[in-house]
Each structure stands twice: as C-alpha cells, then as structure tokens.
C-alpha cells in the first residue's frame, strides 16, 4: 500500500549521523510499502536471500551483493522471494552530508547517479560481497552506540572502494547512454549537477568548509570569504548548481548541527544557538520550530525517548 507523505530523516534517526537497521522480509510477506524520501538517501546492501525492488518503471531482482542506492526523489518498495525471502541492511543518511562527500571526494565526476531514472545498483560477488557485507555490518554496530559523521565517511568510502573499476550498474529503462563511461569512485574530475553542469570546484570546497563549526558561527560572510567572489557571484552560483541561496544553506547546516547537538549533549539551548552561530536563543527557536515542528528542548526529549535501549 502506499505511503502518502515521504518519510524524513528525523522521524527515525533524531540528531544521529545516520540510521542503520537490519531488515527481514518473508517470501509471503507482502514486502514493504511504496514510500518516498524527503530529505536522505539509503544505501542498501542484500546479505542473504533474494527479492524484487520495485521502483521508478519496473521490478528489478536482488540478491546477495547487490548494493542499491536510494534518491530522495525515488519511490521504492522491497518485497522477498521464496523460499528464504530476502534480509538487507540498510543505512540512511541526510542528503547535505552525502551531497557534500560526493562533491568533495569526486565521488560521481559525471553525475550520472542522480540522472538515472532508477536508483543505481552496483552488484558484488565474492571477496567484494563479503567486504560490502563487513562495511554495513560495522555501520550496523555503529548505530547501536551514539553513531558519529566518521563512522558515516568510513561506510562511505569502504562501499566506494568497492565500486572501484565498476559502476553503479546500469538498469533497465536507463536514459540512453547515462552511465557510459563512469570513471571509478576514486578518480578525480569535476563535479557535476545532476542536469550535467560542472560545478566550480571553489565552490565545492567552500561548501564543504561550512561544515566547521568555527565557520558556521560566522555565517554567509564566512561562506563569501572561503568562496573569495562578491556577494552577487556567490549567489548566481548557489542557485545555478544547488537551487538554493547561501542563507537558506547556511542556515540548513546551522540546524542539522543544533540537532546533533541536542540529541548527543547536555549543552544549554543558548549554548548550542551561540555555538551554531544564531544570534540569540529566540531566533534559533522560530527558525527550528518552522524547520523541525518543535521546539528544541522538545526535540531533545523525543530523541532521548527514541534512543533509550
């Protein structure tokens, strides 16, 4: 049955780096509902069984190996096979932080992924299945303690290296030629839109740059001063390649810190707002409230609720 609103990072993972779990699904299940992402990716790693993926135009097997990665604009559902069904792990993650790694690390130089019409599916077979299934399982332990953004770049980089002189294997339905010639996850070149533009590169770097906490308390000026162009310039450039302005973005990552901060610390709500860079606690509270629904110290004791064992 589908699932009306698309699912948000915070509903499941409250100021956590990442969410991991491990799913089973029967052969007479019913699978798992239709559903769409508001605001994080997935990737997904089969480690026994087999089953079917339903997304974008059609149904796509899987088994053992196979790595799938899901987009916030994908709609999916998962469903087992006779006779085992189908078990996965699966870790999601918020889009800014994957789309910043992607754009630091050159992850995807010709920006296919994001262009496919259906998620990218890498498959893996022997010693690179049984690393793929050794990376999610440490990303798996990590979520059972306070997970932390390194555990998250390490799941990352260990699936990529994996994907090393492969691809994110192309499906069918695929646009043309969409994902000929991707080079590995390791090489460098110029990081692109999803539409194919090439993003400047001190524009990627200052981007990734705004992740510091030193430079998050000193705002957009920050941001125009790691970039090194006028105010104008800056603005062009962040609509062009993000579809957002340097405020809105600051601003996102300004929130997504407050809430790592909340849930993993017994910091003030003023402390946290200074230390994110707002300008006072009330400020810092009408921009979460209209982000996140609640108040801070509400979203606090949710997340503590949350993860109690």
């Known amino acids: 049955m589908p699932s009306g609103q698309p699912l948000r990072f915070e509903s499941h993972a409250l100021?956590?780096?990442?969410?991991?779990?491990?799913?089973r699904l029967g052969p007479r299940s019913g699978g798992s509902d239709l559903h769409g992402h508001a605001d994080f990716y997935e990737l997904m790693g089969v480690?026994?069984?087999?089953?079917?993926?339903?997304a974008g135009s059609g149904s796509h097997p899987l088994e053992p190996g196979d790595v799938v990665l899901v987009r916030p604009r994908d709609r999916h559902a998962i469903a087992g096979r006779p006779p085992r069904g189908l078990a996965f792990v699966n870790v999601a993650f918020p889009?800014?932080?994957?789309?910043?790694f992607v754009d630091l690390t050159h992850a995807d130089?010709?920006?296919?992924?994001n262009r496919r019409r259906e998620p990218p599916?890498?498959?893996?077979?022997?010693?690179?299945?049984?690393?793929?299934r050794a990376a999610f399982d440490r990303a798996l332990t990590a979520f059972q303690r306070t997970p932390t953004m390194l555990d998250l770049v390490r799941f990352w980089s260990d699936v990529l290296d994996l994907a090393a002189d492969t691809d994110f294997g192309r499906l069918p339905g695929m646009d043309g030629d969409a994902g000929a010639g991707t080079t590995s996850a390791v090489r460098i070149a110029a990081a692109t839109d999803s539409d194919g533009a090439v993003r400047p590169e001190w524009l990627v770097r200052a981007r990734a740059a705004m992740h510091r906490e030193e430079n998050l308390r000193d705002g957009v000026a920050r941001l125009r001063e790691l970039a090194s162009v006028s105010a104008a310039h800056l603005a062009r450039s962040m609509r062009?390649?993000?579809?957002?302005?340097?405020?809105?973005f600051v601003t996102a990552l300004r929130l997504e810190r407050a809430c790592a901060l909340l849930a993993t610390t017994d910091l003030t709500v003023t402390a946290i707002a200074h230390r994110c860079g707002f300008a006072s606690q009330s400020y810092f509270t009408r921009c979460f409230r209209a982000a996140h629904g609640v108040s801070p110290r509400a979203f606090r004791q949710r997340a503590r609720r949350?993860?109690?064992p």
């Open 121 to 132: 599916l890498l498959s893996l077979r022997g010693r690179r299945a049984v690393a793929a």
């Open 47 to 54: 480690v026994d069984g087999c089953g079917e993926h339903h």
């Open 109 to 113: 130089p010709e920006g296919t992924w």
């Open 306 to 308: 949350a993860f109690v």
């Open 240 to 248: 062009e390649h993000y579809a957002t302005s340097p405020t809105r």
């Open 95 to 100: 889009a800014p932080a994957w789309e910043a």
């Open 15 to 23: 100021g956590r780096a990442f969410h991991a779990a491990h799913v």
